[in-house]
Every structure is written in structure tokens, then in C-alpha cells.
């Protein structure tokens, strides 16, 4: 039977020789990652009902990373417990304050992602590890506690969604222009409950930093996961990266597998984009939307926080000033270390802008860099919804790197090509 | 006496239901003061216990955020109705044993302070301000199972003998 590769991960996870789009299954899970919002409580439910273990503290990685450094008494208290569980369970991959990061960011930059494997996570944008040819779902805190204590959860496996990226990208046009371009088309919950599979030539240009701004934002469409197959760039980001099991299976599609929809890209069309509250789908070409005054430049997040990221920023603002409020977020220590190495953070110095230690903050409107009522922030962010980064009179446009720092410099919607 | 409160919204997400700057808690009494609080400031005082929120499609989209539905629960919603509901918050329900009722043009059928009946053995909805019975698919059967043993973890004990 012909089967997509999300069909192949899932069958294997189920010790199933084949499953199809549909089937309810028990999946094995091969990795979990445990952040300081939902696992906290996922801990507190395991510990009342008296099934307080871990079905595999190898299994698992810990990073606190949404409210971290601590904002407050109450988000305090979260690190507490989560930092006192991963101890009391010899969690072998946690990453206290220091080492934490943006999860989805760190998971990948430290070697703990590989194909074929089914990977959960108590964050919806845990679909970002699928441009690693793995099944990658985010799940609640029930679902994340129910994974820690028996390793095993239900899935119905997903119809699948084709994607095909033509042409090369355009200089100035990003991967996070490609995913805005898709979301724009097919609407925010256009693939709900789907996996969304991105395919074509366009994608052997882009790095898996790149690659991974796409499959992170398959959840704006409502999909189940995002998934790129296995290529050389894959096998060249992990080699000598992964940690623990370094060998793995690599699935791919078969070429008459079934899928419900195909859409094509032509990414040569392609033109920087900012999606417009409070949807990720209200994406415009810049051509059409160039002018309107910020108050707020933001560049990190899950989404675009990685080293690729910063340099497109950094390439925009190099010897000149921004006019607003500008936030630099390194989504790791890595990246934060590397970032002063390259000479990115004098760049950032001198253009006027401050940076953050690695947090999601104020992507979630937690902390570090909330709007006030009425204000506008451009952001390289993956959500745009009522109140998002702040007040709920607040403003959210979602971009890439290159445009959120060209905006920055003139406070304002700015096409970034004007500076390449 | 449960009263529907109908936004004529679609894709009303998880920031919206219970916002971001309240998740340094898991607290569920907490979360319930502020459900829908960036949607509608007046929800919770309007609110009786049991009392249903209705609207379009995509209902819960966005983060994996439990708080959500525990938002919903601690400020006593007996039900959402929606034409459709994002795949997170959807199983986030019936994880914790809230049950979410899938009813393409609810929004037509169900006008704001309609008192209403559910009944989920059978997939009815008893609409008493307008005398009309709509009808809903029930939720499959081992989706049942888990609301029926209270929730994912109940379930899992039960079935998986976690203790042994």
C-alpha cells in the first residue's frame, strides 16, 4: 500500500506494517519536550492521581523558556517545580537558565531531533521538528502527562496536504514570505487536522533554519504537523550534532501515495510579506502595504530567533539607526554566543537596538517587550491574534527578519530589498 | 436554565479565551476569572453556571494551552458549540472531560440568550426560546470512553495499569 511519510512514521510508531489516513492508532513516542507553561501542571496531574513517573528520563528534554528568566512571583514558582521534577526524575537533556532556550529552537541547534521518530511537545509550535523528515505534533498538558507517565498516546492518523515550492527565492524573499504566501492562501485553519507536506526545489536552497520557519507555522493553518523530507541538508545539520542515538530511520512518501489536496508555489513570484491583525492569513506583498508607522520592531521567537535570522537582520541595520523600539531575542545561548562572535551584537549596539536573553516573552505577550493600547509592533513572531505581544487594542504584523529590521530603521513598513 | 452566549466569531483562539499574561498560573479558579476576558470583558459576570458559549468554525485555535478549556470549566461553561473546533483544543476537551459540540451553522440555528437543553447520550440540542430540537453528532466511541472514565489520565490508568 502506497503511504505518505507521515503514514510510514506513524505505522512504525504503532508497530504496523501500514495505517492510513484515518486510522486511530497507539503511537510510541520518541521524544517529548517539556517546557515551563504546560508541564508544570502535567506534573501536578500525574503526582494527584499517583502515577508520578517517567516512562523514559532519556526520552525527554526540559527547558524552561516562555517566562524565563522568571517575571514574576508566580512564573517563579513554575521554574520551581519544573526544575525540582527534572531533577527528582534524572532527566538526562535539561537545560536550566544558562543553557535554556526557545524549545523549538534549541531541541534541533542540540541534537535532539531525528528523522523518523514521533515527536511530542506541550507547545503547539512543536511542529517545527517535522523539516527533520519526523511526525511532530503539539499536545495539551493532559496529552503531556499521559506521554511522560506511559510514553505511548492516540493519534487518527492524518490526510496529508501537498505543497510544492518551485522556482528559487527571490533576493530579499525569505522562507517566512513562502509560509505567510501558503497560510494567506489556504486561511488559518485551511489544513486542520492535516499534515502538510512541503515539497519541491525551492526548498534545496533553503538551510534547515530556513526550513524550519516553515514547518513552524503549519499550526497557523491548524495542521496536526508540517513535514520536509530527508535530504543532504538534513543529514549534514545533524551529523555530529545528535545526542545519544545517532543512527536513524529515514521514511520517505511513495510516489503514489494519496493526498487529499496539492498546492503549488511558484516561490520566484514571491515577494517580502507582512501578515496584518490579527490573523496569520492577512498577508500582504509589502508593494502594497509599505508606509504604515510601527511603534515596535521584534526579532526572535521560534519562528525567526536563529542564527540565519539574525544575520538578515543585522545585514539591514549594519551602519544605520532604527527609529522605534527595537528587540533583538536570540532564541538560545548558542545563538547569543555566536551572535557576539560574528559582531552581530555591535551591530544591534550601534543601530540603537537592546537584546534580550533567550526567552519567548513577548512573542506570547509574557514579558520583555509588551505593547501598550494602540500601538504596533512588526514582528518576525508566528501569531498576530487579539492582545497577542499586549494590550488588547494592540497591533501584531507577522514578517520575516529582513523586513521586521528594514521597518525598524525607518519606523515604518519598509521593504527590506531596498537594503540588500 | 442554560443560557447561550453567542459570538458570531470565527477562529476565536486561545489568546482570546485566556490571555497569555495569565499564564504564570495553572490555578483553574484563577484562569476562570479571566475567560474570554480579550473577547468579551462582561463573560464571566454574564455567566451562570451551565450556561453555553456558541460560535463559528475554527473555536480554540492557536497555542496548546490547556488553560483554555480550564478556563472554560472553572467559570462553569456547561458546553461550547461551534461550527468546528482547532484540532489542539478539540482533544484538549476531551482529554480533561469536557465535552465539545461540533454543529455546522450553530450560528443560525442558536441566537444569543437562548435558553437551551443538551442532551449527549442522544446528539440533541432542546433550543427552548425558539421550540426546536437540533440535532449534533455525538463523539465517537473511544472519545466517549474518555470523558466517560473523567479524562485522558483516569482513562489510561484504567486501561494501561500505569501502576503496576
Known amino acids: ?420 | 436554565m442554560a443560557k447561550a452566549h453567542v459570538y458570531k466569531r470565527d477562529h476565536i483562539n486561545t489568546d482570546e479565551i485566556i490571555p497569555a499574561r495569565y499564564l504564570n498560573t495553572d490555578d483553574a479558579a484563577e484562569l476562570g476569572k479571566h475567560c474570554l476576558e480579550d473577547l468579551d470583558p462582561d463573560f464571566v459576570k454574564k455567566c451562570r453556571p451551565g450556561d453555553v458559549i456558541v460560535a463559528g468554525d475554527d473555536f480554540g485555535c492557536g497555542s496548546s494551552r490547556e488553560h483554555a478549556v480550564w478556563a472554560i470549566q472553572a467559570a462553569q461553561v456547561g458546553a461550547v458549540i461551534a461550527h468546528s473546533f482547532a484540532r489542539i483544543f478539540y482533544r484538549n476537551c476531551i482529554n480533561g472531560g469536557f465535552y465539545p459540540i461540533e454543529l455546522p451553522g450553530a450560528l443560525e440555528k442558536i441566537r444569543d440568550g437562548d435558553v437551551l437543553e443538551i442532551d449527549y447520550q442522544n446528539g440533541t440540542i432542546h433550543n427552548k426560546t425558539q421550540g426546536q430540537i437540533i440535532r449534533f453528532t455525538p463523539l465517537p466511541d473511544f472519545a466517549l470512553d474518555i470523558i466517560k472514565d473523567g479524562g485522558l489520565l483516569e482513562h489510561i490508568k484504567k486501561t494501561m495499569k500505569l501502576n503496576a
Open chain 1, 1 to 420: 500500500m502506497a503511504m505518505t511519510i507521515t503514514e510510514k512514521i506513524l505505522a512504525r510508531a504503532a508497530g504496523k506494517p501500514a495505517v492510513k489516513a484515518g486510522d486511530l492508532i497507539n503511537a510510541r513516542i520518541d521524544m517529548i519536550m517539556c517546557h515551563d507553561v504546560t508541564t508544570p501542571p502535567a506534573i501536578s496531574m500525574l503526582k494527584k492521581r499517583g502515577i508520578d513517573r517517567v516512562f523514559d528520563p532519556d526520552k525527554i528534554v526540559v527547558t524552561p523558556d516562555h517566562f524565563q528568566p522568571a517575571k514574576d512571583i508566580p512564573s517563579a514558582e513554575l521554574h520551581k517545580r519544573l526544575d525540582r521534577w527534572a531533577r527528582e526524575k534524572k532527566i538526562r537533556y535539561y537545560y536550566p537558565l544558562g543553557r535554556a532556550g526557545v524549545c523549538h529552537a534549541l531541541l534541533p541547534e542540540q541534537g535532539h531531533i531525528r528523522p523518523g521518530e514521533v515527536i511530542v511537545g506541550g507547545d503547539s509550535h512543536t511542529c517545527t521538528y517535522g523539516a527533520f523528515a519526523a511526525f511532530s505534533t503539539g499536545i495539551g498538558s493532559t496529552d503531556l502527562a499521559a506521554a511522560i507517565a506511559s510514553g505511548v498516546l492516540w493519534f487518527k492518523v492524518p490526510a496529508s496536504m501537498k505543497f510544492v515550492l518551485n522556482g528559487t527565492l527571490p533576493d530579499g524573499v525569505c522562507s517566512k514570505d513562502v509560509i505567510l504566501e501558503i497560510i494567506r492562501r489556504i486561511g488559518t485553519d485551511g489544513a486542520l487536522y492535516r499534515a502538510m507536506e512541503f515539497v519541491g526545489p525551492a526548498l534545496k536552497q533553503m538551510s534547515m533554519e530556513a526550513r524550519m520557519t516553515i514547518t513552524n507555522m503549519a499550526i497557523e493553518a491548524g495542521a496536526k504537523s508540517g513535514v520536509i523530507g530527508f535530504d543532504e541538508t538534513v543529514r549534514a545539520y545533524l551529523d555530529g550534532r545528535l545526542k545519544g542515538k545517532t543512527d536513524y530511520i529515514v521514511f520517505e512518501s511513495d510516489a503514489d501515495a494519496e493526498y487529499i489536496s496539492t498546492e503549488v508555489i511558484d516561490c520566484s513570484s514571491l515577494e517580502p510579506m507582512a501578515a496584518f491583525p490579527h490573523l496569520p492569513s492577512n498577508g500582504k506583498p509589502i508593494s502594497e502595504c509599505a508606509g504604515l508607522p510601527m511603534d515596535q520592531a521584534y526579532i526572535g521567537s521560534c519562528t525567526n530567533g536563529r542564527m540565519e535570522d539574525l544575520r538578515l537582520a543585522a545585514g539591514v541595520m549594519k551602519g544605520r539607526k532604527v527609529k522605534i523600539r527595537t528587540i533583538i531575542v536570540p532564541a538560545t545561548p548558542q545563538i547569543w554566543k555566536q551572535m557576539l562572535d560574528e559582531g552581530l551584537a555591535e551591530i544591534f549596539y550601534e543601530a540603537g537596538c537592546v537584546i534580550s536573553a533567550p526567552t519567548c516573552g513577548a512573542c506570547l505577550g509574557g514579558f520583555m517587550g509588551i505593547l501598550a493600547e494602540g500601538e504596533r509592533c512588526i514582528s518576525t513572531t508566528n501569531r498576530n491574534f487579539v492582545g497577542r505581544m499586549g494590550h488588547p487594542k494592540s497591533e501584531v504584523y507577522l514578517a520575516g527578519p529582513a523586513l521586521a529590521a528594514a521597518s525598524a530603521v525607518e519606523g515604518k513598513l519598509t521593504d527590506p530589498r531596498r537594503f540588500l
